[in-house]
């Protein structure tokens, strides 16, 4: 039976699960979750999510059992382990490669996602629930930012990708919160002013994956 995905069109961590799907070409079926209508908090949706999140994936076969799986990051290890053998390696098997990825991954979780995901909830989604955009914070993350990503540079001057000359799960996980604030409504740009930086994200934002699914997900 194909994979289940189930999610929210356009969220960030929904696309982040679709996106490696698609480097692993792993067929799947989308069902949407509508966040308006609160079916992210209804009790079927809780049994297997119990923190009321998308996205979460149900795989059922001979080998995985009815697996239901949730948190985009441990999704796409999964789907990079249990398809390894298809699409593009985004996980190194290489001993003396692997700690490099690890070391990507926990960059991308400690010194990224915190600033650009706190960005765009300030100037995207709190005024979307009705909240007020926190001007102070926003200062203070985009200046966190700024500093982390001098790093990325010192990072991209010496390799390809951050786990080395091969793209990673780890350089993919930076795709979807990155286009949030690169979009119109709150164009941060600090890719473009930072060399290295701008011609990684260049690399890994034109790959087919990202093309296929950046401006969401169509329910079949």
């Known amino acids: ?53 998308v996205p979460y994936i149900v795989r059922t076969t001979r080998d995985d059992d009815g697996l239901v799986l949730f948190e985009s990051r441990a999704i796409a290890r999964y789907i990079a382990t249990k398809y390894a053998s298809q699409g593009t390696a985004l ?41 007020k955009t926190d001007e102070a914070h926003v200062k203070s993350l985009h200046a966190q930012l700024k500093n982390k990503l001098d790093a ?6 010496k390799q390809k990708y951050l ?9 993919l996980f930076h795709l979807p919160y990155g286009a949030v604030i690169l979009a119109d409504d709150i164009k941060i740009d600090e890719f473009s002013s930072r060399p290295n930086v701008n011609r990684w994200w260049k690399d890994i934002s034109s790959r087919p994956s990202w093309q296929a699914i950046k401006d969401g997900l169509k329910v079949e």
């Open 91 to 131: 996980i190194p098997t290489d001993a003396k490669k692997l700690p490099f990825f690890e070391q990507a991954a926990s960059i991308e979780t400690s010194h990224y996602d915190p600033f650009v995901s706190g960005l765009a909830w300030e100037l995207r989604f709190t005024t979307w629930f009705g909240g």
């Open 163 to 171: 786990a080395g000359d091969e793209i990673t799960l780890a350089d």
């Open 1 to 53: 039976m194909v994979l289940q995905l189930y999610g929210f069109p356009t969220s960030t961590c929904t696309l982040r699960v679709a996106l490696v799907l698609k480097e692993k070409n792993v067929p799947f079926k989308f069902h949407m979750v509508d966040l308006a209508k609160g079916e992210h908090k209804a009790p079927g949706f809780v049994a297997h999510q119990p923190f009321g999140q």
């Open 152 to 157: 990325y540079e010192v990072i991209l001057s």
